[in-house]
């Protein structure tokens, strides 16, 4: 079955670190995205990118980056310049072309702590 | 960007129909309205969206005003899996494929 995967589910880091939360996708989506969603919150878009090579920052991309090697993967690092990490993050996907049709799929999330 | 305005909570009865209001009175005549969910600590799930016809799926319907400014998402016969929170989006952030998502509301589906 086609979807999108998180890894992983839950994620501890010491202050001062950096980590990568993996996401991929095997639904040859075009389009992915990074939502933080911090507790009673709704979601806040980090880096979306629409092709491969390719990626523009969102609302919240300070302390953060990201690459598009692979139209599958869209992996996002997590640096120590990000002042208050600890948060539950989304990616997600949608085609491009005719993608106001179709919507996002997300993955399950990883839930980062930083102890 | 076309915002939302959604109820924070609302409470439902098992068994009966959950009727989910949203505002979007700045909505574009190119805009989709989309509805997802998200049960705890998951990720959103998708349950419907619609252009300007009402719609319905197996999981629920979406009744759009003729002014586009509102619309309904009805949960026809809620279960207690269906606690939940509920977003409601409308369309797509310019040509970047960016959904906005509000604070959306929260369902208690209670026995």
């Known amino acids: 079955d086609g979807g999108i995967t998180q890894s992983p589910k839950y994620l501890f880091r010491k202050e001062g670190q950096n980590v990568t939360l993996s996401c991929e996708q095997n639904?040859?989506?075009?389009?992915m995205y990074w939502y933080r969603q911090d507790p009673g919150q709704g979601l806040r878009l980090i880096y979306y990118?629409?092709?491969?090579?390719?990626?523009q920052k969102g609302d919240i991309a300070e302390g953060y980056s990201v690459s598009r090697e692979k139209k599958e993967s869209f992996p996002l690092t997590v640096t120590s310049a990000q002042k208050n990490p600890t948060a539950f993050y989304l990616c997600?996907?949608?085609?491009?072309?005719?993608?106001?049709?179709?919507?996002?799929?997300f993955g399950s999330g990883t839930r980062l702590t930083v102890v | 960007d076309a915002k939302t305005t959604q109820p924070p909570s609302m409470d439902c009865a098992e068994g009966r129909a959950a009727n989910l209001p949203c505002n979007h009175s700045?909505?574009?005549?190119?805009?989709?309205v989309y509805w997802y969910r998200q049960i705890h600590s998951q990720g959103p799930q998708y349950i419907i969206h619609?252009?300007?016809n009402n719609e319905t799926n197996e999981m629920a319907s979406l009744i759009i005003t003729e002014d586009r400014k509102s619309s309904t998402l009805i949960l026809p016969h809620a279960t207690l899996r269906d606690t939940a929170v509920y977003y409601c989006?409308?369309?797509?952030?310019?040509?970047?494929?960016?959904?906005?998502f509000g604070q959306g509301t929260t369902l208690q589906v209670k026995p």
């Open positions: 997600a996907s949608s085609i491009r072309t005719g993608f106001e049709r179709y919507g996002y799929t």
């Open positions: 639904l040859n989506h075009d389009a």
């Open positions: 990118s629409q092709i491969v090579n390719d990626f």
């Open positions: 700045t909505i574009s005549g190119n805009e989709y």
């Open positions: 619609g252009l300007k």
């Open positions: 989006i409308v369309g797509f952030s310019g040509n970047t494929g960016k959904l906005i």
